[in-house]
């Protein structure tokens, strides 16, 4: 049951910095109108409908930048991984372990799958950065398929191992 509430306090954590972060910069453009909840998870939403947003900048900030520093809080994690395991707090290491996977994981998919599923972030990157979708979303499929080995690997560091295809190397022995 412990795990359980340590991975909630990840996803909750993921959700305040990720949707935060769009709402505070969305702010800072005058852009911000709502916090809608879904079944998957908040959504801010934007005064500027999708189909009026021009290519500006602005939308790959707006949309572009909570994925970026989520993400890079993963890699920070991982590379702190010895520490991690070294934390005298149980409850932090887990917490932090949760934390790890759940940065790696999670703006891979948003960013790869996610335009599959619910939209996400992909437009507006790709209408900030004036280039097609699938370009972002091939680019996110690859790093997902890195850090899925980078999460096989820092779970390991935690003699945590499984038989499981989506939880093993597919790379190394």
Not at 44 to 59: D, G
Request: hydrophobic residues 50%; contains cysteine; glycine residues 6%.
């Amino acid at each position: 049951m412990k795990n359980w509430l340590y991975f909630v306090t990840a996803l909750i954590l993921y959700m305040l910095i990720h949707e935060g972060l769009h709402a505070y910069i969305a702010l800072l453009f005058n852009e911000y109108d709502v916090i809608k909840i879904h079944w998957y998870g908040p959504e801010v939403l934007f005064v500027t409908p999708v189909a009026e947003r021009t290519s500006e900048r602005k939308w790959f900030i707006i949309s572009g930048f909570s994925n970026l520093v989520t993400l890079l809080t993963g890699y920070l994690l991982f590379i702190m991984k010895r520490k991690i395991i070294n934390l005298k707090l149980p409850t932090l290491r887990s917490i932090l372990y949760y934390v790890t996977i759940v940065f790696l994981l999670f703006d891979a998919v948003n960013l790869s799958i996610g335009p599959f599923l619910y939209g996400g972030d992909v437009n507006g990157i790709s209408a900030g950065l004036k280039i097609k979708p699938w370009i972002i979303q091939i680019l996110f499929g690859s790093i997902l398929l890195v850090n899925r080995e980078l999460i096989v690997k820092f779970m390991n560091c935690f003699g945590i191992r499984s038989s499981n295809i989506l939880f093993k190397s597919w790379y190394s022995k």
